[in-house]
């Protein structure tokens, strides 16, 4: 299936001490790189958040005013695409692969997305791919993009749940990210 992507690599890290998530190395990789590996299938790749080095063909744009959450930043790399299906990665799921997108592309044909699920069956969707023109006329629709939550964009959309609790894990902790690192360093996790 044809499809572009918005990686959202800009965050505050807020709980991580103001560090940039997207630079946090797991395995002698960064998560931004990590991010970027799971969706080089996309036919274009939009990256929001500060300009970074990437040895990837990668669109780098900046959502105004910078760090306004991920509904905001998904509404500014949205612009930059033209495919049908939108897969949306937030840059701090170091588990997600290749055969992660795969799946949730598979699973979001005939739907308007489908999303990553945990062991609890709840859904991650910073980890989705969705019909562009639904995620567009659900941005336009709000009074205001800034600090708006993502699952409250989502909500009431026809969309599968994949389940892959790796790939749910996201790193906002510290804690987080060192269970990340014993996955993927443990040679439990397949950096893609």
Not at 16 to 24: M, N, T
Not at 32 to 57: C, E, F, K, N, Y
Not at 85 to 111: C, F, K, Q, W, Y
Not at 157 to 164: E, H, N, T
Request: charged share 25%.
């Amino acid at each position: 299936m044809s499809f572009d992507a918005v990686v959202l690599a800009g965050g505050r890290g807020t709980r991580l001490g103001g560090v940039d998530k997207a630079g946090i190395e797991i395995g002698d990789v960064s998560l931004l790189a990590r991010a970027l590996a799971a969706v080089r299938a996309a036919d274009g790749i939009v990256a929001v958040g500060p300009r970074r080095r990437s040895d990837m063909r990668v669109r780098w744009v900046q959502e105004e005013p910078p760090g306004a959450g991920p509904v905001h930043a998904l509404g500014a790399g949205l612009e930059h695409t033209s495919a049908e299906v939108v897969v949306v990665l937030a840059v701090d799921h170091p588990l997600v692969t290749e055969a992660t997108i795969a799946s949730i592309l598979n699973a979001a044909r005939g739907r308007e997305g489908a999303v990553i699920c945990d062991a609890g069956g709840h859904i991650q969707p910073l980890v989705g791919a969705y019909r562009r023109a639904v995620l567009q006329e659900r941005i336009a629709a709000l009074d205001r993009t800034e600090d708006a939550a993502m699952r409250e964009l989502v909500i009431g959309l026809d969309l599968a749940s994949v389940f892959d609790a790796g790939a749910a894990m996201d790193c906002d902790t510290w804690a987080q990210v060192a269970a990340a690192r014993s996955v993927i360093e443990g040679g439990e996790g397949d950096a893609g």
